[in-house]
């Protein structure tokens, strides 16, 4: 594992300032009830819409708000379009990572210039609340970057989309910002990726992760991790080893049907409360066997929270240099074994779990059997 500090100077010289993930958004097969399921299991506050009733012909979405992360569900209401396509291919699924900038033109065209293959071209939207500008590039498999610059817009989401005043009351369960979202690409296609988002965006590479470090008596995978100069996006990027079965990332290639967003790791600062919560409204976590705590105290050291809470809710503990996280895995939220969530409390820490690999990977290779993948 090599690890590579960011200078001041990296930074400073930066072509490509981002400012955080703007709104993760998916194409999915019915959004109105998928909408139901984040605002009631996940705690989502509905906050803005379109769709026909808000003049837009071939699509609803609904845009979903907790702290400072926004969701937006997306579906087609016509029988064949580019979403209709997606979905049918890809199940539901994510479009587009989008990020926060401050001049979305100059994205484009930094990125463009060094080789990003162009999705849409820097265009304006206004309404009476002000204007944005967005552009997007393409990156692994059908999965799009809207860079969204709206520093100019005081409107509920963007342009075209209406407040919503009659949404469900909800309760948060204190789910605060993306940390990070993880993509699965095709074998030997990651190194390829990450040269991507050197070259293209600018990142740097942090953590490298090979097969010795994460495989199981079955499958393996590799991981890169890229992140931008002030290390506000953070990418992982996993590809397939050779294992003696089907690695879990084939698994998720073959049933998405291609490279796409693996999981996206939200961060709460009191992971006991979220998780407890979280179980109560029904979301199902991967299962690690009662042995896994036994040497947590030799292995991680003193920690803040009770163990028998951790162990009753099954989050997962590893230390690093830096301090502690804490983290947990829910299974796929969708009945494709695809896209599943990450929650994060970081004490500290700011890797990414590598002491709960293999207990995390047998986790998934359990469930990958009783699918029938393995
Ligand atoms: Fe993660």
């Not at 690890?3 to 993760?24: A, M, S, V």
């Not at 400072?68 to 979403?83: A, Y």
């Not at 890169?224 to 290390?231: A, E, I, L, P, Y």
Request: proline share 3%; glycine share 8%; with cysteine.
């Amino acid at each position: 594992m090599e690890t590579l500090e960011l200078t001041e100077t990296q930074t400073t010289q930066d072509f490509l300032p981002l400012n955080g993930t703007d709104h993760i958004e998916f194409y999915v097969g019915n959004a109105k009830q998928s909408a139901y399921y984040y605002q009631h299991a996940w705690g989502y506050k509905l906050v803005a819409y379109a769709g026909p009733e808000t003049g837009v012909r071939d699509r609803a979405s609904y845009v979903l708000q907790q702290n400072k992360v926004r969701l937006v569900l997306t579906t087609s209401i016509l029988p064949d379009s580019e979403i209709t396509r997606h979905q049918a291919k890809h199940g539901d699924g994510v479009k587009f990572l989008s990020i926060l900038v401050d001049d979305a033109t100059k994205s484009f065209e930094e990125t463009v210039k060094r080789g990003a293959k162009p999705y849409m071209e820097p265009t304006r939207f206004e309404d009476e609340n002000g204007w944005v500008i967005i552009s997007a590039i393409h990156t692994y498999g059908d999965t799009v970057h809207k860079f969204v610059q709206r520093n100019n817009y005081s409107g509920a989401f963007l342009p075209g989309f209406k407040a919503v005043d009659n949404a469900m009351e909800v309760k948060s369960v204190g789910l605060k910002y993306v940390d990070h979202c993880v993509g699965n690409v095709e074998l030997g296609a990651m190194n390829q990726w990450v040269k991507y988002y050197e070259d293209v965006m600018g990142f740097k590479l942090l953590i490298t992760f090979d097969d010795e470090d994460i495989s199981t008596e079955y499958s393996a995978l590799m991981s890169k991790v890229v992140s931008n100069g002030n290390g506000y996006i953070k990418f992982p990027i996993n590809e397939p080893a050779e294992g003696r079965k089907k690695s879990q990332i084939e698994e998720y290639l073959d049933f998405y049907h291609g490279a796409g967003v693996q999981h996206i790791a939200i961060e709460t600062d009191n992971i006991i409360e979220t998780v407890g919560e979280l179980r109560r409204r029904g979301i199902e976590f991967l299962y690690v066997p009662e042995t896994y705590y036994e040497d947590i105290p030799q292995r991680v050291g003193h920690i803040e929270e009770n163990l028998d809470e951790l162990k009753k809710l099954n989050i997962l503990i590893d230390r690093d240099a830096d301090g502690y996280l804490l983290q947990i895995f829910t299974k796929p939220v969708e009945d494709r074994p695809t896209l599943f969530y990450e929650i994060i409390q970081r004490r500290g820490a700011k890797s990414f779990g590598k002491g709960n690999f293999k207990a995390l990977f047998e986790s998934i290779e359990r469930e990958q059997g009783i699918r029938g993948n393995l």
